[in-house]
């Protein structure tokens, strides 16, 4: 018997269903979801100062925008992939700036998620080889899901200037 697939309608990826429930997070399949949680084992055991498991975070955060997930989650994870990308910030150092931002009383606006996913997915980051491979594919994740977002790019610098 033929199995069926399940498209995901955050990043596109078409994986072999396996009937999971659809996250209460993110705008994503069961499926993929369950890939990020793999990678999450492996970003939140890294060890390292820079905590890149923040930049995964964010990039899945904005890859699966849309649907049920909340406007702060997007905000953060956009207003991460800037301060990555554009001024070479750690993990750690997003996630203090996310901190900040998240004793504010902002209401955050919803951002509509681009139509073309970015090219690199959670499933590429995690068919890489761990370690540095791996490490450097999560900040490809990173530049691939920032570019896809240009229309928000001005909103981010925007929302995130008084915090740097």
Known sequence: MKQSIVKCPGCGLLLPNQYFAEPARFHASGE?????NQLSYYTAAHGKPEF?????????????????TKAITTAFSLIGLYLVEE????????????????RSKTVWPELVPPRESAPVTVQDVLNTEAGDNRDAMIRKWVSAVWASWAYAHDWAREAVKPYI
Do not use: P
């Open 32 to 36: 993929c979801n369950e890939l990020f």
């Open 52 to 68: 890149i498991h923040q930049l995964a975070l964010d990039c899945y955060g904005a890859q699966h925008s849309g649907g049920v």
């Open 87 to 102: 001024h070479g910030f750690t993990g750690k150092q997003v996630q203090q700036v996310h901190m900040a931002l998240g």
